[in-house]
């Protein structure tokens, strides 16, 4: 069972340019979160996608955009770049509550996609 | 969103038991105790997590102080694949709508062999 996957690995950018990631959820799973992390920090929450729409947004500004598909994998946009967009970004898959017998769905989070900035 | 607090640093000896602390002095009684870890090059991936009382699973253990204001992971015994940084979260599985987890910068276990 393959788990959540995420494309490209790596990419790099100029400035103001536009960028979309992609993520695959793991099997099962319907709600995909997507999250920044910069280097030595935490991951922060971007934004969470169910059933097609956002559901959740962190403190991102509208640059960032998402999108989810009927299959549940899900695009995340960056417009206009900034150096300060570099960054690891991460997706995180989680099943509807009370499939695994709790309503304490576990996150699952792929490897990343690490964007660089020029 | 409640706040942890844990040390930014911690060795441990290979095949010795690890002993990580999280203060949570605001966690409130519907939070649940999660912790995730980060290996190198790779996303979080989940640990344990707990409510109230102790927990074990086949990768950790979960102490919660009695009180809740504090909870300890424990790795029983360390190996060099555990050096990783190590997030402590709250999460309230009640607050429908505020799913997301938020990490501070956790404690960057090395492992010493």
């Known amino acids: 069972d393959a788990g959540v996957t995420q494309s490209p690995t790596h990419l790099i950018k100029t400035r103001g340019q536009q960028v979309t990631l992609r993520c695959s959820p793991k099997s099962g799973h319907d709600t995909v979160s997507w999250y920044q992390q910069a280097l030595g920090q935490g991951p922060q929450f971007i934004f969470q996608?169910?059933?097609?729409?956002?559901?959740q947004r962190g403190n991102f500004p509208d640059r960032f955009s998402g999108h989810q598909f009927p299959n549940y994998s899900s695009e995340l946009n960056v417009n206009a770049l900034l150096l300060g967009d570099s960054a690891l970004y991460l997706c995180?898959?989680?099943?509807?509550?009370?499939?695994?017998?709790?309503?304490?769905?576990?996150?699952?989070f792929g490897s990343g996609t690490q964007l660089s900035v020029l | 969103d409640a706040k942890t607090t844990q040390p930014n640093s911690m060795e441990s000896n290979e095949e010795e038991p690890v002993h990580l602390p999280c203060n949570h002095s605001t966690i409130s009684g519907t939070d649940y105790i999660h912790w995730y870890r980060q290996l190198p090059s790779q996303g979080p991936e989940y640990v344990i997590h707990g409510l109230t009382s102790n927990v074990n699973n086949r990768m950790a253990s979960l102490a919660i102080a009695e009180d809740r204001k504090s909870s300890t992971l424990i790795l029983h015994r360390a190996t060099l694949r555990d050096a990783a940084v190590y997030y402590c979260i709250l999460r309230d599985p009640y607050n429908f709508g505020n799913e997301k987890l938020t990490f501070g910068t956790g404690t960057r276990l090395t492992i010493i062999p």
């Open positions: 996608y169910y059933e097609e729409e956002e559901r």
């Open positions: 995180a898959s989680s099943p509807p509550p009370g499939v695994e017998g709790t309503l304490e769905e576990k996150l699952f």
